[in-house]
């Protein structure tokens, strides 16, 4: 597996929680890391993503203030600190991984297992 999100769960309005993706193959920590989710009956959608030295980070409107991504590089490793949850975030979560630069940081190759958020109100 070289996509592993872990860390969702049951959560109430306004709870935290932080994700991790352990990330390993395809030279994916040499580039941009991203986190997506897919709520029921709804679109995968992006959620944030981070360039490969930290230096950039881009989030979808709706997370904007509330969500953080990070990475550690020495440990293969990339998280999504999600604060203030509201219902709307219930989603499967997911992490993504690409193996070379492209023009659109929305833009990835891999999206690994998923991790259940349930944010009840």
């Known amino acids: 597996v070289q996509l592993q999100a872990s860390g969702g769960g049951l959560v109430q309005a306004g709870g935290s929680l932080r994700l991790s993706c352990a990330v390993s193959?395809?030279?994916?920590?040499?580039?941009?890391l991203g986190w997506f989710r897919q709520a029921p009956g709804k679109e995968r959608e992006f959620v944030a993503a981070?360039?490969?030295?930290?230096?950039?980070?881009w989030y979808t409107d709706s997370v904007k203030g509330r969500f953080a991504i990070s990475r550690d590089n020495a440990k293969n490793m990339v998280y999504l600190q999600m604060n203030s949850l509201k219902p709307e975030d219930t989603a499967v979560y997911y992490c993504?991984?690409?193996?070379?630069?492209?023009?659109?940081?929305?833009?990835?190759?891999?999206w690994g297992r998923g991790t259940l958020v349930t944010v009840s109100s």
């Open positions: 193959g395809r030279n994916f920590m040499a580039n941009t």
């Open positions: 993504a991984g690409r193996s070379k630069s492209y023009d659109d940081y929305r833009s990835f190759e891999s």
């Open positions: 981070i360039n490969w030295d930290s230096y950039r980070k």
